[in-house]
C-alpha cells in the first residue's frame, strides 16, 4: 500500500531563512507520482509541482526548489529566502500508475510559519 | 482555462439537520471528481471520487452521500448530520485518465454543526 509522511508537524522560521520540507514516501510500484501543494490560511489547495518517479533531476522555481531521491524515497521541498506569504501549510501528495487518479494519498502536512 | 466552483463557503448547520454541498467544474469534459473531508488542524481525508456521471466510490463509510448528476457536477449530501460531520469539506477535478494528473481543488466549504 502506498504511504506518504511528512515527519514535521509545524515549522517556525524567521523571514528570509531557508527552509526544507521533508516528504517520505512508500510504494510497491515502479511508475508513480508526487505532488506538492500549498494550502494558505484562506483554505484552498493550491497545485505546486509534479514529478514523475523516471525523472530524479530536481527543479527549481524561483524560490523554490524540491530535491527527489529515489534511493531514499523522499521528496524534499525547500524555500529560500523565505517570506511571510509563504506561511500556510504544505503537502506532499503520491499517486501510483494506472489507479485513474482514485488513489491520490496525500501526507499529513506541514505547517510552517514564516515570522517577520 | 478550467475553474472550479464550490458552495457554499461557510455553512452553520444543527446536529440531524440535512446537508447539501455543491461543486461544478468549467472548462473540462469528462473530469475524475473527489470530495474530501479536513478536520481542524488535520489532514486529507478522501471521501467520494467519480470517474463518470453516476460512477461513485466511497472510501469511508459515513453517513453522507455522493452524486453525480451531471458530467461537471458533484454533490456532497447527508440527511442526518452529526457533530463529527464538521470539518472543511474540499471538492476536487482532474484530467481523466493516468494518474500523473494534478488535482485541482475548489476553495472549500467550513462546515460547523452546533
Known amino acids: 500500500a502506498q504511504k506518504v509522511t511528512q515527519a514535521q508537524t509545524e515549522i517556525s522560521v524567521v523571514e528570509k531563512e531557508d527552509v526544507t520540507l521533508d516528504c517520505v514516501y512508500e510504494?510497491?510500484?515502479?511508475?508513480?507520482?508526487l505532488f506538492w501543494y500549498k494550502q494558505p490560511p484562506s483554505g484552498e489547495l493550491v497545485f505546486l509541482i509534479r514529478?514523475?518517479?523516471?525523472?530524479?533531476q530536481n527543479e527549481i522555481s524561483g524560490r523554490y526548489s524540491w530535491n527527489f531521491q529515489k534511493s531514499t524515497s523522499s521528496f524534499n521541498f525547500t524555500i529560500t529566502a523565505s517570506q511571510v506569504v509563504d506561511s500556510a501549510v504544505y503537502f506532499c501528495a503520491l499517486s501510483e500508475r494506472d489507479n485513474y487518479g482514485q488513489n491520490f494519498v496525500f501526507g499529513p502536512g506541514t505547517r510552517l510559519s514564516v515570522l517577520p | 482555462s478550467q475553474t472550479i466552483h464550490q458552495w457554499p463557503a461557510t455553512l452553520v448547520q444543527p446536529v440531524g439537520s440535512p446537508l447539501s454541498l455543491e461543486c461544478t467544474v468549467e472548462?473540462?469534459?469528462?473530469?475524475?471528481l473527489y470530495w474530501y473531508r479536513q478536520a481542524a488542524g488535520r489532514g486529507l481525508q478522501l471521501l467520494f471520487y467519480s470517474i463518470g456521471i453516476d460512477q461513485i466510490s466511497s472510501e469511508v463509510p459515513q453517513n453522507l452521500s455522493a452524486s453525480r448528476p451531471q458530467d461537471r457536477q458533484f454533490i456532497l449530501s447527508s440527511k442526518k448530520l452529526l457533530l463529527s460531520d464538521s470539518g472543511f469539506y474540499l471538492c476536487a477535478w482532474s484530467l481523466r485518465g493516468p494518474s500523473n494528473q494534478p488535482q485541482h481543488f475548489g476553495d472549500g466549504t467550513r462546515l460547523s454543526i452546533l
Open positions: 514529478r514523475n518517479s523516471f525523472d530524479e
Open positions: 472548462g473540462t469534459s469528462n473530469p475524475n
Open positions: 510504494t510497491r510500484d515502479t511508475t508513480y507520482y
